[in-house]
């Protein structure tokens, strides 16, 4: 795996699960039950970092393997992840195991958190856009 997914690994996934730690606080302070909102934020949390890290893993095999595709399966695995994210959203929707508007509100803020973390690593590290050994274009 190259530097800079690790990079994006090591540190989306501290970021989004403290994120999902705090929502899980706040989430139990202000629901009527607890319990059931500690559950829906575990598993808003578990969802989004599962989501997020397959789709790194999926978007830098295709870096190493065929760049030229880079952008295309980098919008189809976003567009896939924030579909299937809101698909969740709606199929919870009526479930009463857990708190759904702790769940929906984790959901988007590790969301938005994988992606900030994801930005913030992608401004400070320099990314090759031309191969150094190749040689003179044929």
């Known amino acids: 795996m190259p530097s800079v997914d690790r990079l994006v690994l090591r540190v989306a996934i501290p970021v989004t699960l403290a994120v999902g730690i705090l929502s899980a606080v706040i989430g139990a302070l202000v629901a009527s039950d607890p319990d059931k909102a500690l559950l829906g934020s575990a598993i808003g949390t ?18 190493r393997t065929n760049p030229d595709m880079a952008m295309t399966v980098a919008l189809m695995v976003y567009l896939l992840k924030i ?16 708190d759904t508007k702790v769940f929906a509100l984790t959901v988007l803020v590790c ?28």
């Open 46 to 63: 578990v969802i989004v970092i599962t989501f997020f890290t397959v789709g790194q893993l999926v978007v830098g095999g295709v870096l």
């Open 83 to 98: 579909g299937a994210l809101f698909i969740f959203i709606i199929l919870f929707q009526g479930t009463t195991a857990f």
């Open 111 to 138: 969301t938005l958190a994988w992606t900030v973390a994801e930005v913030w690593v992608f401004s400070r590290t320099k990314v090759l856009y031309v191969d150094p050994q190749g040689g003179p274009p044929q």
